[in-house]
C-alpha cells in the first residue's frame, strides 16, 4: 500500500501554519468514504511536549512510503516474522528518538495498539523497542502480548520508557519522552 506523507518521518513538514517534526501516520478505510490518513507532528514546548496532527482523505502529498500489503491483512503477527501473539494488522508509522516503529491493532486483544521498532524493509530489528500500551504494567499482561524469545528482555524496555504506573490520553502516548 502506498502511504502518502508530506516528508519523510522525523522531516520537517508544515502543520496548521508552523513547520514541524512528521513523528507519524495513521490510516483507516472508511467503508463509505475511502482511506483517512492522520498525521502526527511534535511541538517541544516548556512542559516537555505536545502533538499536532491533520486529517485528509487527500493522497497528492509530495512523498510516499510503501507498506507490504500483507501488513494490511488480519493474521496471526508472528507470520510477518514480529514477536507478538495474536492477531492484528498495521494501521500506522511512528518515529520517535530516531527509531522507525509499525503501530499494529491487535484486532483479538480489545484492539489494543502495540508498536514495534522495525527498519526500512519494515521488517522487525532483532532486540529492537516494542511499545505496550500503558495500562499493560504487569508481567502477566506482557507475556501475553509476546512471543516467549522475545519476553523476557521486554521489561526492561518497557520500564526505560516510563510507560508503567502513569495516567496517560493518546496524545502522551505518541510524544512519550524518555524518563529514564
Known amino acids: 500500500m502506498r502511504i502518502p506523507m508530506p516528508c519523510r518521518l522525523g522531516g520537517m513538514a508544515e502543520c496548521d501554519g508552523m513547520v514541524l517534526p512528521l513523528s507519524g501516520v495513521s490510516w483507516f478505510d472508511w467503508s463509505s468514504w475511502g482511506m483517512e490518513y492522520t498525521y502526527y507532528f511534535s511541538v517541544k514546548d516548556r512542559w516537555g511536549g505536545r502533538t ?4 485528509t482523505f487527500g493522497t497528492e502529498q509530495p512523498f510516499n512510503v510503501s507498506v507490504p500489503d500483507s501488513l494490511l491483512i ?6 510477518h516474522g ?6 492484528g494488522h498495521a494501521c500506522g508509522l511512528h518515529h520517535k528518538d530516531g527509531n522507525t516503529y509499525i503501530d499494529f491493532i491487535m484486532t483479538d486483544r480489545y484492539w489494543a495498539h502495540i508498536r514495534v521498532q522495525c527498519d526500512e524493509k519494515w521488517e522487525f530489528v532483532p532486540n529492537g523497542d516494542i511499545i505496550l500500551p500503558p495500562s499493560w504494567d504487569t508481567e502477566e499482561k506482557k507475556g501475553s502480548a509476546l512471543l516467549k524469545a522475545y519476553g523476557a528482555s521486554l521489561g526492561k524496555g518497557a520500564d526505560r520508557k516510563g510507560t508503567t ?8 502516548f505518541i510524544d512519550r519522552k524518555d524518563k529514564g
Open 52 to 55: 499536532k496532527m491533520y486529517t
Open 74 to 79: 488480519d493474521r496471526p503477527i508472528k507470520e
Open 82 to 87: 514480529y514477536p507478538l501473539k495474536g492477531k
Open 165 to 172: 504506573g502513569m495516567q496517560m490520553s493518546i496524545f502522551d
